[in-house]
Structure formats: C-alpha cells, structure tokens
C-alpha cells in the first residue's frame, strides 16, 4: 500500500496547486478524487516531476461552484477514501463578520490615523 502526503504550494489565477509525495517511493501514477459537496471536479491534473521525484496536482477551481460564503473542495485517496488535503475559498457578502475583514478595516483606519496624526506634528512644529 502506497502512502500519500498533499502538500499545497499556492493558489493562483484560479487554479489550486501542491505536491503529491508517496512515502514507499512508488513510481505508478496516483489516483486522486477532488470533491465539492460529493460531487468530482472535472480538470484535475496529477503530473510527474522527475527531478523532484514528486507529483504536481493541479485543480481548476470552477467559477460556477463560487458564491456567497465558503465553498470547500476536498482531495482525496479514491482506493482508500483518505483524506489528502481540503482547502476552502471565501467570498461575498456573508464574509462581512469574518474576522480577516474586520482585521483589514482596522489596519485601513491604523493607516489614516498615523496619516493624520504625523501631519499634525508636521503643521505644530
């Protein structure tokens, strides 16, 4: 039995991406299944790295699965039923009381507060 391990290397232009290791150095193609609420995502690349030694897993992420709150997307093991790595997008208008927005108004506000207070020095001196 071959074991597994995801590692995600970024997210970008749509597309999630990350490294597929096999712990007993198998050499044959792994299979994997991308999921969004039990239904599979077409367009899943798994490609070989021979000077890595590893496989590259690409996964399209599909604009029509996007929408108000979170979507996640689970990568598994199809023999096994494994989970190999999950990742969740974030988006619209339910994501006002996350925390990361609030965190962002507040460093936009820290921002023109210091604006603010190092032209006043400037115009008291």
């Not at 995502?41 to 690409?58: L, P, Y």
């Not at 609030?102 to 020095?121: G, I």
């Amino acid at each position: 039995m071959t074991t597994l391990k995801l590692t995600k290397t970024r997210l970008f232009e749509g597309v999630w991406e990350g490294v597929l290791t096999m712990a007993d150095g198998g050499k044959s193609q792994p299979a994997i299944a991308v999921t969004h609420l039990g239904a599979p995502i077409d367009g899943v690349e798994v490609t070989e790295d021979r000077e890595q030694g590893h496989w590259v897993v690409r996964v399209p992420v599909p604009a029509h699965l996007l929408s108000d709150g979170v979507t996640t997307f689970v990568i598994s093991d199809p023999d096994t039923g494994a989970t190999l790595e999950s990742f969740a997008v974030l988006a619209g208008d339910a994501m006002g009381d996350d925390i990361r927005a609030e965190l962002d108004l507040l460093r936009e506000e820290l921002d023109m507060l210091k604006r603010a207070f190092r032209r006043h020095c400037v115009e008291t001196m």
